[in-house]
């Protein structure tokens, strides 16, 4: 197993890892000042489709976070880019929010909100602004064979005070059960996430670390690729979920504060 020391590189999860809600979680600017003290590269690592990366920037600025834009990367983006890369200027039914449609159109892709003949993709993201006209649309356009993918696979958004609110994997399994099929889910556990950070950002594989809080994204997607995976436990992930479940990450902290200290006793 790769040691603490030898991480070059550390994928952070935000909600659940880094912030909850609005708030950031003790100690978490701290430990990104001593990734950088330590000469540590890192990314900011969402499944969080409902904004894109531009939002994300400006919500870990009022948290008192300056991260350059290249250092954070959502599934939406991630997403955007995978349909491109099938089709160039591919017309796109999206389930999300105008944030996530910016995200699609900054990509070149065409956004229909309308269920029309010559629709290429349906593309489920976590859509705070859902409607059942939405879900609708979908259901028939997903019937009618036109191919389907979705950001991300999470059942739920963490908040603050242990809340939750229901994420983009909730709205999947609907669909799944209306229409009997399954979308390409494009972001964590996806390799292909990782894929994306190595491509744009030129960050090698070798001694990288992915951080979260969710079992079945973060880390089962960091065992998947065959990286270092660090579990936090300030987010959905407590430890009777953990001692149940199938996933057995590298090392587990109780929150990114945890693993500053351990970083700095290097």
Not at 7 to 21: F, H, Q
Not at 31 to 43: A, P, R
Not at 146 to 174: F, H, Q, R, W
């Amino acid at each position: 197993m790769t040691k603490l020391k030898e991480i070059e590189c550390y994928l952070l999860d935000m909600d659940g890892t880094i912030y909850l809600s609005d708030q950031l979680i003790d100690k978490a600017k701290e430990f990104v000042e001593t990734l950088e003290e330590k000469n540590k590269d890192y990314v900011f690592f969402t499944n969080n489709s409902a904004k894109n990366s531009q939002d994300y920037q400006q919500k870990l600025e009022r948290l008192g976070l300056s991260i350059p834009l290249e250092r954070i990367i959502n599934s939406g983006e991630v997403t955007a880019d995978y349909i491109r890369s099938k089709k160039e200027g591919a017309k796109v039914y999206p389930l999300g929010t105008p944030s996530f449609e910016k995200e699609l159109e900054d990509a070149g892709l065409e956004v229909v909100k309308e269920k029309e003949a010559g629709i290429d993709f349906v593309a489920l993201a976590f859509d705070t602004t859902l409607s059942y006209q939405k879900l609708w649309d979908a259901h028939d356009l997903i019937l009618a064979g036109v191919e389907y993918v979705a950001a991300n696979p999470d059942y739920v958004c963490p908040l603050k005070d242990g809340k939750t609110m229901p994420d983009c994997g909730s709205m999947i399994s609907l669909l799944e059960t209306s229409t009997g099929k399954s979308p390409l889910v494009i972001g964590k556990p996806n390799s292909l996430m990782i894929d994306y950070v190595a491509k744009n950002l030129g960050i090698k594989k070798d001694n990288l670390a992915m951080v979260g809080d969710r079992l079945y994204t973060d880390i089962q997607m960091a065992i998947d690729a065959d990286i270092t995976s660090i579990l936090v436990l300030s987010g959905e992930t407590d430890r009777e979920m953990l001692a149940e479940a199938p996933q057995d990450p590298d090392f587990v902290f109780e929150s990114v504060a945890e693993i500053k200290s351990e970083l700095e006793k290097l």
